[in-house]
């Protein structure tokens, strides 16, 4: 029996295709994918709480993240075409194994609450109510004085006062409410009452003083492994896959000193064209079109020219229709002169070489460190194509893993001890507009609507894991195939984190507080703070009971405040993890008539 299943941003309108098969998402997307040359795609946790939570209320039975832990593409394994090295996905736990607040901490709650309906979502009868335009009540019965609510307002504008059971509920727009008892709203997905993250602390080790050495590469034909054919061969069947290089060697015979049209077109994804082995051009597609044409006027010398392409794969493609015959390399190259009459190179006499020249010496090996292969100077030559660089750096002190900047870099791939950290490409900038830091969560949700970093490289930070440095010297070694500056090149680690939590006194209680039947005078919200682990609370950075202004990073002092700062500090300095309940038995009503919270900024170090 086979059972169809959902993948999506939103799956609550799915169905089987049989009423006698479960409701089943397999893929419940967190953000999206990171692209070079695209900015950063990231999806609010309101939306996405909203969208696990329509599906539970609409029958739902399996549910599935897609990613719950990000994850890093080492080595030449990102998928494609030009699909970045951080596979981070902005899911609740990044690539680094931090965790990502208030995504992480929201999502608890939701399922925490999704648990507590367990009982009535699997045993109970369903009922449909419509409470208005947009507004509606999904109710399970276990009997009918005993039921669970989800109460949803799935308009994306207006905000709405509802009557359910005799009961006057307030439903802000997009969100769904979740009531175990039928009664108290225990969790809402637009109201965030989690801890944020606002930045972390970091160590920089900057490798500028190092001593660095190089091995330029040969252009073209290198070795006797090369061959001929009357023909532009597709890439990736010819490499295999082997490598993401491919030359196309060729000699243009011209009866005098001439200038000309180099007319190229390539199926994908990048290439780098030497006229009489100097650069001449790159050209380059995207993610969404990897093909690309480079038209480049040229000047040819009397009698032979050589013209060398080396062809380059980021990633192949890995999903989709017909995935695995999607094509890369040269089909079509056309010399044109100043009268326009052209000549097709494209059935010329072609030499290919698989890979590059330090590829099949092994420049990335730890073996090689020591190589005389290596050239050293007292100045590092900068700016250069095709060229291999080497280093040494000591790890910073710490358990935590490891970011390598390459934001001085062009493109290329770099290796940590002889483990590849991936592809770089840190001068493909993101389009200058489209971003926005405050991405409203409302309405149906895309992978372009929020964004972040626009003309900014997609990827300046590279994951080296801790288990792949050692005490003492390690190996940096790094192909750079456009020109780059190493000497700009760092090393950070996570030193600590400012974390912040800012609850209303009407906010729900913590779910895992929750007690059916329990008196209201019991349900008293608080601010949780917690450090990940090995940290703790060093400092408080800014505390307010009343009606503190701005978010987390920028809160200032309302027009009612209470100074709460030496509560907070007995409560949470030296801790893990801390707990404030926010409420005037506790610091007092000094605004009467006027709703307060609790805001609080926090230090977390060791």
Not at 96 to 108: A, C, E, M, S, T
Not at 362 to 380: E, F, I, P, Y
């Amino acid at each position: 029996m086979q059972i169809n299943t959902c993948n999506g941003f939103y799956c609550d309108t799915f169905t089987s295709n049989s009423p006698s098969k479960p409701k089943i998402w397999t893929e419940d997307y967190t953000g999206w994918f990171l692209s070079f040359g695209y900015p950063v795609p990231y999806r609010p946790v309101e939306d996405l709480a909203f969208a696990v939570a329509r599906f539970f209320e609409k029958g739902g039975t399996f549910h599935n993240y897609y990613m719950y832990f990000g994850g890093t593409n080492f080595g030449r394994t990102a998928g494609g075409p030009l699909v970045a090295t951080s596979y981070d996905y902005d899911a609740p736990i990044n690539e680094y194994g931090f965790i990502r607040q208030p995504k992480f901490g929201h999502l608890r709650d939701l399922h925490m609450a999704i648990k507590l309906c367990e009982e009535y979502l699997v045993n109970g009868d369903h009922a449909h109510q419509s409470l208005g335009i947009n507004l509606e009540a999904d109710v399970y019965y276990k009997t009918d004085d005993d039921c669970a609510a989800f109460l949803a307002n799935y308009g994306s504008s207006v905000d709405a006062n509802v009557t359910f059971n005799g009961k006057l509920y307030f439903l802000p727009a997009w969100s769904v409410s979740i009531l175990p008892d039928c009664k108290n709203v225990i969790f809402n997905t637009a109201k965030v009452v989690a801890q944020k993250s606002i930045s972390d602390a970091t160590s920089e080790l900057s490798l500028s003083t190092s001593h660095w050495s190089w091995y330029m590469e040969k252009v073209g034909v290198w070795s006797n492994d090369s061959f001929t054919a009357t023909s532009l061969l597709e890439q990736i069947s010819t490499t295999k896959d082997t490598s993401d290089f491919l030359w196309y060697s060729t000699s243009i015979e011209s009866d005098e000193k001439k200038d000309a049209f180099l007319l190229i077109q390539s199926l994908g994804h990048a290439a780098l064209v030497f006229l009489n082995r100097k650069v001449l051009a790159f050209g380059y597609g995207y993610h969404d079109d990897a093909s690309f044409n480079i038209s480049e006027k040229i000047s040819l010398e009397q009698g032979n020219n050589t013209l060398d392409i080396i062809s380059m794969l980021i990633g192949v493609q890995n999903y989709g229709p017909w995935f695995d015959v999607m094509g890369a390399g040269l089909y079509s190259v056309i010399l044109a002169d100043l009268k326009n009459t052209k000549e097709d190179y494209s059935s010329n006499k072609w030499t290919y070489q698989v890979g590059t020249e330090g590829e099949s010496l092994g420049l990335d090996n730890t073996d090689l460190a020591n190589s005389s292969l290596w050239t050293r100077g007292a100045s590092v030559p900068t700016n250069q194509s095709l060229i291999w660089y080497k280093s040494t750096f000591m790890a910073p002190e710490g358990k935590g893993p490891l970011s390598l900047n390459l934001a001085s870099m062009g493109k290329g791939q770099a290796w940590v001890n002889g483990q590849s950290i991936g592809r770089y490409w840190s001068t493909y900038l993101s389009p200058s507009t489209g971003c926005t830091d405050h991405c409203d969560y409302r309405g149906t949700y895309d992978a372009q609507k929020c964004q972040s970093k626009c003309g900014q490289p997609a990827q300046v930070l590279y994951h080296v894991p801790r288990t792949w440095v050692h005490a003492g010297e390690n190996l940096l070694v790094l192909h750079e195939e456009l020109g780059g500056n190493p000497s700009k090149i760092s090393v950070l680690t996570r030193t600590g984190q400012e974390v912040c939590g800012h609850v209303f006194e009407d906010d729900s209680i913590p779910v895992d507080l929750w007690k059916s039947n329990a008196d209201s005078t019991s349900r008293i919200p608080e601010v949780r703070l917690t450090c990940d682990q090995g940290w703790k609370i060093t400092s408080i950075r800014f505390a307010s009971f009343g009606n503190p202004k701005g978010d987390c990073g920028s809160f200032a002092q309302g027009s009612c405040h209470t100074d709460v700062l030496s509560i907070v500090q007995q409560a949470c300095i030296g801790k893990k993890t801390c707990l404030i309940p926010v409420a005037t038995a506790k610091f007092g009503n000094l605004c009467p008539g006027v709703t307060k919270s609790l805001a609080i900024e926090a230090l977390c170090t060791s």
